[in-house]
């Protein structure tokens, strides 16, 4: 079974850091561009970062460049999103996607499978 | 940058009604437009790719067309499990934007 199972989140103070793992299953996974996706509570979904399958391309939103990193480890089927400078407005439920299409850029990802996510709440 | 626009933004519709959901980019982005469903408190599910390909194992009642800047979902008719937010998101470069969502719920 296809999985993507994330990990990590939670209270932190603002101006805190957070280290989201996302692990993946049933899949190839370093044939697969694989990005995070957060939804702030009630509100719509916003792509946050992106990674080509051998991370030698990577993107972001603009809300959250210079403050977040995405890497993955190939080795242990996993995806990493360390988050520093956080704040209020980042709370949300960060969600692990996989690339629809296998030798793909990251760009031309839609996302045809999601983890569960994980909540990340920005307070003090 | 690329700003999607979908409408409406929400819509009661009766079921066995034919149900379309539009989504405007504010630039040309080929065929690079992707539909998910996501029904209150679950995960996103990837519909449409390509702006008109059917994802393995989505009832045939979905479809969707259009290229450049115009796009659209139809459901041909509506079933009580269709209740949901509808996404449309773009995917010819970063960002890879979303729009703002369609809440669809039955009359």
């Known amino acids: 079974e296809v999985q993507l199972v994330e990990s990590g989140g939670g209270l932190v103070q603002p101006g805190r850091s957070l280290r989201l793992s996302c692990a993946a299953s049933?899949?190839?996974?370093?044939?697969?561009?694989m990005h995070w996706v957060r939804q702030a509570p009630g509100k719509g979904l916003e792509w946050v970062s992106g990674?080509?399958?051998?991370?030698?391309?990577?993107g972001y939103a603009d809300s959250v460049k210079g403050r977040f990193t995405i890497s993955r480890d190939n080795a242990k089927n996993s995806l990493y999103l360390q988050m520093n400078s956080l704040r209020a407005e980042d709370t949300a439920l960060y969600y692990c996607?996989?690339?629809?299409?296998?030798?793909?850029?990251?760009?031309?990802?839609?996302?045809?499978?999601w983890g569960q996510g994980t909540m990340v709440t920005v307070s003090s | 940058d690329i700003q999607m626009t979908q409408s409406p933004s929400s819509l009661s519709a009766s079921v066995g009604d034919r149900v379309t959901i539009t989504c405007r980019a504010s630039?040309?982005?080929?065929?690079?437009l992707a539909w998910y469903q996501q029904k209150p408190g679950k995960v996103p599910k990837l519909l449409i790719y390509?702006?008109?390909t059917l994802q393995s194992g989505v009832p045939s009642r979905f479809s969707g067309s259009g290229s450049g800047t115009d796009f659209t979902l139809t459901i041909s008719s509506l079933q009580p499990e269709d209740v949901a937010t509808y996404y449309c998101?773009?995917?010819?470069?970063?960002?890879?934007?979303f729009g703002q969502g369609t809440r669809l719920e039955i009359k």
């Open positions: 630039q040309g982005i080929s065929n690079y």
């Open positions: 049933g899949f190839t996974f370093d044939d697969y561009a």
């Open positions: 996607a996989k690339g629809h299409r296998g030798n793909t850029k990251w760009e031309r990802s839609a996302f045809d499978i």
């Open positions: 990674i080509s399958w051998n991370s030698g391309s990577i």
């Open positions: 998101q773009k995917y010819n470069s970063a960002p890879l934007t």
């Open positions: 390509a702006a008109s």
